[in-house]
Nanobody, 126 residues
Framework: EVQLVESGGGLVQPGGSLTLSCAASGFAFQGYAMSWVRQAPGKGLEWVSR???????TYADSVKGRFTISRDNAKSTVYLQMNELKVEDTAVYYC????????????????????RGQGTQVTVSS
């Protein structure tokens, strides 16, 4: 059974930083791309960043240059380092298991609840 557990969210002031973690289990983590998506209040899911099995990465324009995704296959964990946080980054952040090891496969699973964790709340406010 696929399990994804996010942590690291919280309340931070604009301009601050947070690092989210997602501990994965129940599948061969090193063979899959992983994704971070978020859902702001009253809005739909938005993909934030993806990392492939070869450590290739991609970012949404809204976070490019501020967020960094990484993975530790030995710990079956994916991270999202978030710097220069803005009020508009406020959302519930979810990690998601992608369909295979490539970045393109993430779009097939990100919208499906069964492939995501329970989420962690990030609130950016002064």
């Amino acid at each position: 059974e696929v399990q994804l557990v996010e942590s690291g969210g919280g309340l931070v002031q604009p301009g601050g930083s947070l690092t989210l973690s997602c501990a994965a289990s129940g599948f061969a983590f090193q063979g899959y791309a992983m994704s971070w998506v978020r859902q702001a209040p009253g809005k739909g899911l938005e993909w934030v960043s993806r990392i492939g099995m070869m450590d290739d990465t991609t970012y949404a324009d809204s976070v490019k240059g501020r967020f960094t995704i990484s993975r530790d296959n030995a710990k079956s964990t994916v991270y999202l380092q978030m710097n220069e946080l803005k009020v508009e980054d406020t959302a519930v952040y979810y990690c998601a298991k992608c369909d295979v090891g490539t970045l393109w496969s993430c779009a097939l699973t990100e919208q499906k609840e069964a492939y995501r964790g329970q989420g962690t709340q990030v609130t950016v406010s002064s």
